[in-house]
T-cell receptor, first 108, second 116 residues
Framework: RKEVEQDPGPFNVPEGATVAFNCTYSNSASQSFFWYRQDCRKEPKLLMS???SGNEDGRFTAQLNRASQYISLLIRDSKLSDSATYLC?????????FGTGTSLTVIP | GAGVSQSPRYKVAKRGQDVALRCDPISGHVSLFWYQQALGQGPEFLTYFQNEAQLDKSGLPSDRFFAERPEGSVSTLKIQRTQQEDSAVYLC??????????????FGSGTRLTVV
């Protein structure tokens, strides 16, 4: 079983839509959680950390459910510039485990 | 430097050739990681350094892969006798805290290795 599982998508949504991505992780001892964004042929860039209480950064909301071992990312009022692959990342020990990423395309 | 710098940006190697990939982390960052990203996949962990100490090399796929960080700053990932399955983007990342815990880390632009 993979450490981190994500639905690869693709998600194609119109501008202004709300879209949500989920990811599950297998190791209950995992310590910290992140969402990264990766544009085509670019390196992953940290989008936001995910805290147990949930956290928001502008149009982006991240939530963590430790009991069910899943992480979510909600994007409100999608912009064309949000088109990218979103990677769920889980830190366990010294290792960061990446999901395969969920592809999002925002359509005009 | 301001960011993580990797070189070369692209490398084409003939099967059986040895290659060396360089990573310059953000100045002062104690943690340095190497990842391998195949097409359509997320990055896969290769190895982790805290300063000059290689604390985890469990992700290195074979003994053809070797990484070093002798002075605790620049790191080199060496692949001997390259094979086609080694074709991937090799990403380096660094963090100011041990293990990158709670803060995540910053990636370089990667080296795209193609073995022909």
């Amino acid at each position: 079983r993979k450490e981190v599982e994500q639905d690869p998508g693709p998600f194609n949504v119109p501008e202004g839509a709300t879209v949500a991505f989920n990811c599950t992780y297998s190791n209950s001892a995992s310590q910290s959680f992140f969402w990264y964004r990766q544009d085509c042929r670019k390196e992953p860039k940290l989008l936001m950390s995910v805290y147990s209480s949930g956290n928001e950064d502008g149009r982006f909301t991240a939530q963590l459910n430790r009991a069910s071992q899943y992480i979510s990312l909600l994007i409100r009022d999608s912009k064309l510039s949000d088109s990218a692959t979103y990677l769920c990342v889980v830190n366990t020990g010294n290792q960061f485990y990446f999901g395969t990423g969920t592809s999002l395309t925002v359509i005009p | 430097g301001a960011g993580v710098s990797q070189s070369p940006r692209y490398k084409v190697a003939k099967r059986g050739q040895d290659v060396a990939l360089r990573c310059d982390p953000i100045s002062g960052h104690v943690s340095l990681f190497w990842y391998q990203q195949a097409l359509g996949q997320g990055p896969e962990f290769l190895t982790y350094f805290q300063n000059e100490a290689q604390l985890d090399k469990s992700g290195l796929p074979s003994d053809r892969f070797f990484a070093e960080r002798p002075e605790g700053s620049v790191s080199t990932l060496k692949i001997q006798r390259t094979q086609q399955e080694d074709s991937a983007v090799y990403l380096c990342a660094s963090s100011s805290v041990p293990g990158g815990l709670n803060y995540g880390y910053t990636f370089g632009s990667g080296t795209r290795l193609t073995v022909v």
